[in-house]
């Protein structure tokens, strides 16, 4: 009988310290750092690398819903975005973001594709472009949670 008692306790701390992510455990508003490399096509097929950094504040809503603005320097003039779009999260803190970049000084909204994992620790997601409208991304970022709201701060 002790050691079904001293088992169940064990079972229990180690379900205890897993971890489990839902939406709720990453809503807030976040300041987003990126930095990396575009690669672009040029007539002929030649790839050109583009430096590039982004800079902003999107949050994450209750629904899963992005919205927040960011700058983007380095490949050529600052050009200030406003971001749409949605996320999906697992249960293991991995997820995919959808953002609809769209240039404040007009033009349509494009695409980017990220892939993360949170650390929920320190309130931090980990991600990486995998898929964007004007190029081939090699680009990663630390967006850190600001607040546990969204929409708390504007870009």
Known sequence: MKRLILLILVLSAVAAAQTTCTLSTI??????????WVYVAQPGGTLVALPGTVFGVISIGYDGKLSGGAAVS??????????????????????????????RAGGPAGFETDRFVFIPSDKTLLTT?????????????????????PNTAAW
């Open 129 to 149: 472009i995998v898929d964007v409208d004007y190029g081939y991304p090699a680009s990663n970022s630390v967006w850190k949670q600001m607040s546990t709201l």
């Open 27 to 36: 809503t807030g508003t976040y300041a987003v750092s990126y930095l990396g």
């Open 74 to 103: 380095g490949m050529g003039p600052v050009v200030d975005f406003d971001i749409s779009g949605t996320t999906e999260i697992k249960s293991d803190c991995t997820g995919t973001l959808h953002m609809k970049p769209k240039p």
